[in-house]
């Protein structure tokens, strides 16, 4: 009797498991946030870092900019289209 139950139970446990593993892995792009501090010395060497710097501005990035994907090709929505034309530039052997 219990060979038949312990494999449902640990299935069970495994699930839940990986349940909460996934959510903790979705939650670490948000504790990923830093700041960023900028600071030039009197020789002009630039230093970044993570913890405020004696003499350094905080700096703010702007987000990546973003492009819309092109659209598809028009043979692309059409295979007949493509078909021909591929008859049509086929390569003599």
């Not at 139950?5 to 069970?12: A, D, G, I, K, Q």
């Not at 492009?67 to 598809?72: E, L």
């Not at 049509?88 to 052997?93: G, M």
């Given at each position: 009797?219990?060979?038949l ?8 446990r495994?699930?839940?498991?990986l ?5 903790m ?7 990923a ?5 900028k ?7 630039v ?5 405020p710097?004696?003499?350094?501005k ?22 007949r289209?493509f078909?021909e034309?591929?008859e ?6």
């Open positions: 009797m219990l060979a139950y312990l494999p449902v139970t640990l299935s069970r495994m699930n839940m498991k349940g909460y593993l996934l959510a892995m979705s939650l670490c792009p948000l504790l946030h830093a700041e960023i501090y600071a030039v010395d009197a020789d002009g060497h230093t970044y870092s993570s913890t710097i004696k003499g350094g905080k700096i703010t990035l702007e987000p990546l900019p973003t492009m819309v994907p092109p659209a598809r090709a028009h043979s692309a929505l059409r295979p289209a078909r034309w591929m049509q530039h086929k390569r003599p052997r």
